[in-house]
């Protein structure tokens, strides 16, 4: 990936892809930081012997195991993206190394946006285990503001591992207004303890507990006196470092992390509304949207205001004003079995390699629209592409290997000008 690439169209293809494949591993990078200090908290809160997983709050294990599971399926997608990454550093053609990146940008999506709710709920397991230890509340309580707080997380979280395309696009639409809602409601939680205490006599023990929450977690609150102007961020906790730049303790958002943001929706790689989504969550309601379908403004200075942001606005299918169009398999799935003996399964089985068509593109390349008589058309895609793929390997005099595949195909992909942009079969 240092090597000096080819020169002319060829080394500008050359080196956006290596532009693209470096941004898509400082992404995964992120956020697998974020995930294993996630993970290292959940560690401790379990040895816990006096809070939230101590023997008299035994009911609240059930929500640590709920992080487990969240962060389970988190870490599952950022090991199939780098496997997809890795990939795509193996494949010679720059064009087919940007479609594995896209092929796996779904998956960074969904963790990047997870890691940064899971935060928020291991904020919440703090601040209970805190309260807890110190006995500054009942148990039935905090055991109803728990519950509340899952059922919130819950269909976001659910939305976000399904990664189907429009229930995600949907979830990092909500994501953002679900960080304020508990974040809202963590601070009116906090200010229903802090009254309690202080009626109770005991604010100096409060200040102690909060003290001690703000070093674990960086969570940015002051009791017993809560200004409305500053309230919590869960999970986030930012602070301006001396040179502007805003950090926070899950996240970077820094002029490099924005470019590389940038470098990744120009390359289609992931999406500007799952990118608009993780700013909001960290910037709080600093960036929020103008207006229901925009992208907040911040968002737009930053990654730059181009047709590919202009063009990248949150609606559905009856909004765009058109149907979905077929997908077709580009590796055809009646081969199957061929395409499973050179390496195509798990996350690189043949159902991921579909593009989108209009219906005369798809009836074109298959001989128009009755298959049956297309199929017997010399140059109908299935037939033609798997004459090509026999053909390697009688030349090769083995079989190939899964990447001599993908050099194959991409230039067959070139030719009948299908999009480089893989989605997954969804049975339609």
Avoid at 166 to 177: F, G, H, I, S, Y
Avoid at 297 to 314: F, Q
Avoid at 362 to 390: C, S, V
Wanted: charged fraction near 25%; charge should be neutral.
């Amino acid at each position: 990936m240092t090597v000096a690439g080819p020169g002319g169209a060829k080394g500008s293809a050359w080196r956006s892809a290596l532009a693209a494949q470096l941004a898509f591993r400082g992404a995964l990078g992120d956020v697998s930081g974020s995930t294993r200090r996630i993970s290292e908290a959940l560690s401790r809160l379990k040895t816990s012997q006096r809070g939230i997983a101590g023997k008299a709050a035994g009911l609240f294990v059930r929500y640590l195991e709920y992080g487990d599971r969240q962060l389970q399926w988190i870490d599952a997608e950022l090991a199939a993206a780098t496997r997809l990454a890795h990939t795509a550093s193996e494949v010679a053609d720059p064009d087919m190394q940007l479609a594995l990146l896209r092929l796996a940008g779904p998956r960074l999506e969904a963790a990047m946006l997870g890691s940064l709710l899971l935060a928020a709920w291991l904020d919440l397991l703090q601040f209970v285990d805190g309260v807890l230890q110190q006995g500054l509340n009942s148990l039935e309580t905090l055991l109803v503001d728990m519950e509340r707080w899952r059922k919130r997380m819950a269909p976001v979280m659910t939305a976000l591992s399904s990664l189907e395309p429009e229930q995600m696009e949907a979830a990092a639409k909500d994501a953002p207004a679900l960080m304020d809602h508990l974040s809202d409601e963590f601070n009116s939680t906090a200010e229903r303890i802090r009254v309690a205490m202080k009626r109770g006599e005991q604010a100096i023990l409060l200040a102690q507990l909060v003290e001690t929450l703000t070093l674990l977690s960086a969570m940015k609150f002051s009791l017993p006196t809560l200004p409305p102007s500053a309230p919590a961020t869960l999970g986030v906790g930012l602070m301006v470092g001396g040179d502007g730049v805003m950090m926070g303790t899950r996240m970077v958002v820094s002029a490099e992390w924005v470019e590389s943001m940038r470098r990744l929706v120009r390359a289609g790689v992931i999406s500007l509304p799952a990118v608009g989504a993780a700013v909001r969550i960290q910037a709080g309601q600093v960036m929020m949207a103008q207006s229901q379908d925009e992208l907040p403004k911040g968002v737009r200075d930053a990654l730059g205001d181009g047709p590919e942001v202009r063009g990248m606005r949150a609606t559905d299918r009856a909004g765009a004003g058109m149907n979905e169009p077929p997908r077709h398999h580009v590796l055809p799935k009646e081969f199957r079995e061929w395409f499973e003996q050179r390496g195509f399964t798990g996350e690189m089985d043949i159902d991921q390699f579909c593009v989108k068509l209009e219906q005369a593109h798809h009836e074109a390349i298959h001989g128009g629209g009755k298959w049956m008589l297309g199929r017997t058309w010399p140059g109908e895609w299935n037939r033609m592409l798997m004459k090509a793929l026999r053909e390697a390997e009688v030349d090769a005099g083995r079989m190939l290997t899964r990447n001599e595949v993908l050099d194959v195909v991409v230039g067959y992909m070139k030719r009948y000008d299908l999009p480089m942009k893989f989605i997954p079969w969804r049975g339609r």
